[in-house]
C-alpha cells in the first residue's frame, strides 16, 4: 500500500499566516478567514508538506503517517 500522511490544523493555535497553504498547495488550502486547512484526510507524502509544517510560526501543523499513526512532524 503506498504511504499517505494525515495532516491536521491545530484551529486555536493557528494565527492565519497563509504560509503553510502557499508552500504546500497540494495539502493545504486556507478557509474563509484565512486559516490553513488540508485539502483532504489524507495526503501523499512531500517535503513541501513537511517544509510547510516546519515554516508555521506556531507549530499548527502536525503530520501522522495514516496508517501506522506514527507521528513525522513535530519529531517525535
Ligand atoms: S502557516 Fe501556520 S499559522 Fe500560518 S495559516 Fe498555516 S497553520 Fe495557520
Redesign the pocket.
Known amino acids: 500500500m503506498t504511504e499517505r500522511w494525515r495532516v491536521t ?1 491545530d484551529h486555536d ?9 502557499a ?1 504546500a498547495p497540494d495539502a ?1 488550502t ?1 478557509d474563509g478567514d ?3 486547512i488540508p485539502l483532504a484526510d489524507t495526503v501523499p507524502p512531500g517535503q513541501a508538506l513537511r517544509d ?1 509544517a516546519e ?4 507549530e ?2 502536525t503530520i501522522t503517517g495514516a496508517d501506522t499513526g506514527t507521528q513525522i512532524f513535530p519529531p517525535p
Open positions: 490544523v493555535m493557528c494565527v492565519h499566516t497563509g504560509l503553510c497553504a508552500t493545504l486556507l484565512g486559516q490553513g510547510a515554516g508555521c510560526p506556531v499548527a501543523i
